[in-house]
């Protein structure tokens, strides 16, 4: 008897899925964090999988922002050695024009045939200090240091949208959430207005709470947390 087909089609898996599908915590696990206090369950304190998607999240943020600082570093020195790619179009009217952009010589020079050969001297003077500022900026390192910034930098984006399908049993967790969430937009948007200082006497509340509860527990978006999570991985040999 021939065996029947049981295959199918898998659903497309999507980037987040990927991300969060080894991190979402069981009903078991979720039931431990709710025993009693003099359960052995409850002292375990099993992972939770929203604080391991935010220490990785915080380790990749802050990778994006070295790669950051230092291909800004680099950028000054190439902008001093070499200069921004540029070329300088002295106009049928005598007038001298800087062109930071090949695309903008059609809009200095137009399109006539009058300035044909002009236009082609620009492309050709502007193509080769491209070339320059390139080479430049391979050899100094400034092209591998803004590749790893812009591929930290969407890695991190791509874990904090992880957040959202990535359940936390904690309130260490809870707090990571929203230190996360804190912390990004603060960065894009005016922190002053709504719901920024709302999200930020959440998190606040939360970290008191979490030390109260359980003294000494590592809370993200807390000053004295995070020092004593730096105390610790240094103790243990890590970070």
Not at 115 to 139: D, S, V
Request: proline share 5%; aromatic share 4%; net charge neutral.
């Amino acid at each position: 008897m021939a065996d029947s087909d049981n295959s199918m089609t898998l659903p497309l898996v999507t980037r987040r899925q990927m991300l969060t599908g080894g991190m979402i915590t069981s009903t078991a696990l979720m039931l431990e964090k709710n025993a009693l206090p003099g359960d052995v369950a409850a002292t375990s304190m099993p992972s939770d999988p929203s604080m391991a998607l935010w220490r990785e999240w915080e380790m990749t943020r802050e990778s994006a922002e070295r790669h950051c600082r230092r291909q800004q570093r680099l950028e000054t020195k190439l902008v001093e050695s070499v200069g921004f790619p540029r070329v300088k179009v002295r106009l049928p009217n005598g007038q001298d024009v800087t062109v930071h952009a090949i695309e903008t010589l059609n809009e200095v020079l137009g399109k006539g045939p009058d300035t044909a050969a002009l236009r082609q001297k620009a492309q050709a003077g502007f193509a080769a200090h491209q070339a320059r500022w390139e080479a430049a900026a391979e050899e100094g390192g400034y092209t591998a240091a803004l590749r790893a910034e812009r591929e930290a930098g969407e890695r991190a984006g791509d874990l904090l949208e992880a957040f959202s399908a990535t359940p936390a049993t904690t309130l260490a967790g809870v707090a990571g959430k929203l230190d996360a969430i804190l912390r990004e937009g603060e960065a894009w948007e005016e922190s002053s207005e709504f719901p920024w200082p709302q999200i930020r006497s959440a998190l606040s509340d939360l970290v008191r709470i979490g030390h109260v509860l359980r003294p000494g527990l590592f809370m993200p978006g807390c000053r004295q947390s995070r020092s004593l999570e730096v105390s610790k991985n240094l103790k243990h040999g890590r970070g």
